[in-house]
């Protein structure tokens, strides 16, 4: 455990830290792939472009140095990260070279500022902190070599199908190059590819969720095709899945991972709340509540652009009309005249409040959501003002670090 001075240091100096986030963000990175090119390997460049990765570096440390003395508080973010951390292959070495080049981004950006006191206190958190991890990520790493199926670092893959679920999502069906069995996974978790794609200098590794229920002689991955937009680069993964990858390729992965998990413990009410590509997790847990637990009140709510890019909408509509216990509604921003015609939508335009009351009996139910970001502060948010409780709130970004009430 740190001395009391030097945690005083940390929560003193956590906001200012806070303050300089992206410029420390950006220049750890800067001087961490100059130094040490070979971890291009491993982080995802798209979020380097856009930004994404250096704020979520700052935002885990200064959220880190405001909890220096109550870490279990922010339990639920370190789980995160050790499962990522577990995913892509982190080991113990690797700590010390991060934590320098740290030290060295927040010296180089609040200059005078950053005292000798200043510095030895936070070279002591970090070396703190990093032990957590270092904790956490071994017995993560324990449990995986002794699950039944589980395999150690990346294992091959062979797509025996693909199928094109809208315009912009299609899946992949994964068997094992090796024949061996399968590991089990907890519905919700998510697959890691290592993609080494021809004419790519480094490797990438993207999350993908299992969007099926565990028990089949496959994994699925359903994959939304980025393209360019809000001068946001094309996805490089996803993209060469969608137009390269095909049925009798081989790809890498590592076993299952994630905490965004369905408690299948319970027998409380379920609401499913997803948006666009969200739907991938929330399909598993859903499959999976059909299969094992026919008996427990599930409601499925999705909202996407317009049918066009509503992906497994059939299958949805299929298992509502045949499970007393499961209602459907969808929603979508821009219906075509198709969607009209077919009445296929249960309300246009967004997700909010007033209508959630409308169709959610949330007396007593835990809550899944899964979306872009800003439609989950809304729903949220929402979910919130109808006093649900945030411990029956569990949600996933599909970017970096994300939070619903970080104010960030």
């Known amino acids: 455990m740190l001395d009391a001075k030097t945690m005083e240091i940390i929560k003193t100096t956590a906001p200012v830290l806070k303050e300089n986030s992206v410029a420390i963000g950006k220049r ?20 380097q472009k856009r930004g994404l990765q250096q704020r979520s570096l700052a ?19 370190i789980m995160k990260i050790a499962h990522k951390h577990r995913a892509l292959g982190v080991k113990p070495e690797q700590y010390p070279v991060v934590g320098e080049t740290l030290i060295e981004a927040v010296k180089d950006v609040l200059g005078d500022g950053a005292t000798d006191e200043i510095i030895q206190a936070w070279v002591k958190a970090y070396d703190y902190i990093a032990n957590q991890f270092i904790g956490i990520e071994q017995k993560l790493y324990e449990q995986t070599e002794s699950e ?14 693909k199928v094109k679920e809208s315009e912009v999502i299609t ?32 490797m990438h590794h993207r999350h993908y969720s299992l969007s099926d229920a565990p028990g089949k002689d496959t994994y699925r991955i359903s994959v939304k095709r980025e393209d360019v937009r809000d001068g946001n680069p094309p996805g490089v993964v996803s993209t060469w899945l969608h137009e390269q990858v095909q049925e009798g390729d081989v790809l890498e992965f590592s076993s299952p991972a994630g905490d965004f998990v369905l408690d299948t413990e319970s027998t409380n009410p379920v609401v499913l709340i997803s948006g666009g590509v969200g739907f991938t997790p929330l399909m598993s847990m859903l499959n999976t509540l059909v299969e094992k637990q026919p008996d427990r009140d599930v409601t499925c709510i999705h909202a996407a652009i317009n049918g066009k890019h509503h992906a497994m909408k059939e299958h949805v509509a299929r298992l509502a009309a045949t499970c007393d216990r499961l209602k459907s509604y969808v929603i979508y921003e821009s219906p075509t005249e198709e969607d009209r015609a077919e009445k296929s939508f249960d309300k246009e335009g967004w997700i909010d409040k007033k209508w959630l009351e409308s169709v959610v009996d949330h007396t007593g139910a835990d809550f899944y959501l899964c979306g872009p970001v800003p439609f989950m502060e809304v729903v949220y948010s929402a979910l919130r003002e109808m006093n649900v409780d945030e411990s029956r709130i569990h949600y996933e970004a599909f970017r970096p670090l994300d939070t619903m009430d970080a104010g960030s």
Do not use: C, M
């Open 148 to 161: 039944e199926g589980n395999w150690e670092g990346f294992r091959e893959f062979v797509v025996v199908k």
């Open 28 to 47: 750890f990175y800067e001087l961490l792939f100059t130094r040490h090119p070979e971890l291009l390997h491993i982080f995802n460049h798209s979020n």
């Open 171 to 202: 899946s992949f069906y994964l068997k094992p190059k090796d024949n061996k069995p399968l590991a089990s996974f907890r519905p919700g978790q998510y697959l890691t590819i290592r993609a080494k794609i021809p004419g790519e200098k480094y």
């Open 59 to 77: 935002h885990s440390v200064y959220v880190s140095g405001e909890h220096i003395d109550r870490l279990e508080d922010i339990q639920p973010l």
